[in-house]
């Protein structure tokens, strides 16, 4: 049987001929009940990436009143130094069922990468990495008697905020700074050696340590149980380092 051979040109056209062909005769199978989903899928997600950002930040249960820009690309402060970024991943967001996002923390010294993963009542902070400086540290650590001049090199494999189920899981180190006890008046600041935590997830909730070669022991423990209690407690070690903290409790409450 002799081979019929065909022109690029004729080949190209005969393509699309059958591609058109199929394609109409996939459009004329389709019910209007099919177009009508695929109208409001396309309509809601539409509405999503043009939701502005701080409704989502209250969908989280965050406040971020200065949160601007969109759920698909925007940008919100932290405290008084530090801006949050993120930039939607679509394809990585419908491989996991949520919004994945490349997010950037950065501002005086800090300087921190991270993948974001949002759904609803659940914010998941992935592979952070990158230098989290004084600024930052002093705006999530307000609720304690402390507050130091540290910058942490932060390695955490996942960070999880989703109330009781709240976690992490890494390891963070810093170099010498000082601390000082914020409500205790006359009180200066105190050297502090290099630290170094870790952080642990498992069944029973979230456990993590402060430690310090130089004063040879632990200085705080952290922990999240099952409930959503967070827990701090300066340990002997720190208490060297701040004795007017010795022997307490300095944080406990309900996530």
Excluded: H
Excluded at 223 to 231: A, N, Q, S, V, Y
């Amino acid at each position: 049987m002799p081979t019929l051979l065909l022109s690029r040109g004729q080949a190209n056209g005969v393509d699309r001929v059958s591609f058109q062909s199929i394609l109409a005769d996939r459009l004329r199978r389709m019910g209007p009940v099919t177009f009508t989903i695929i109208g409001l899928v396309t309509f809601s997600l539409a509405l999503l990436v043009t939701m502005p950002a701080a409704l989502l930040f209250k969908l989280a249960g965050l406040n971020a009143a200065n949160a601007v820009g969109t759920i698909w690309k925007g940008e919100a402060a932290i405290g008084g130094q530090t801006a949050v970024a993120w930039r939607v991943r679509p394809v990585s967001s419908l491989l996991r069922f949520g919004i994945v996002s490349d997010v950037q923390m950065r501002g005086g010294t800090t300087d921190l990468t991270a993948t974001g993963l949002w759904r609803p009542g659940t914010v998941r902070l992935e592979e952070m990495s990158g230098l989290a400086g004084p600024g930052l540290i002093d705006t999530l650590t307000k609720d304690l008697p402390i507050r130091c001049d540290l910058t942490f090199m932060v390695e955490l494999d996942r960070i999880v905020l989703a109330g009781r189920r709240s976690g992490a899981e890494g390891r963070v180190r810093s170099g010498a700074g000082t601390c000082a006890a914020r409500n205790l008046v006359g009180a200066g600041s105190l050297p502090v050696p290099p630290m170094s935590g870790q952080s642990t997830m498992d069944v029973n909730g979230t456990s993590a340590w402060l430690s310090s070669n130089a004063a040879q022991g632990r200085l705080a423990r952290m922990t999240i149980d099952r409930e959503g209690r967070l827990k701090v407690t300066v340990l002997d070690a720190g208490a060297a380092i701040l004795p007017a903290l010795a022997g307490q409790t300095v944080m406990e409450t309900q996530l």
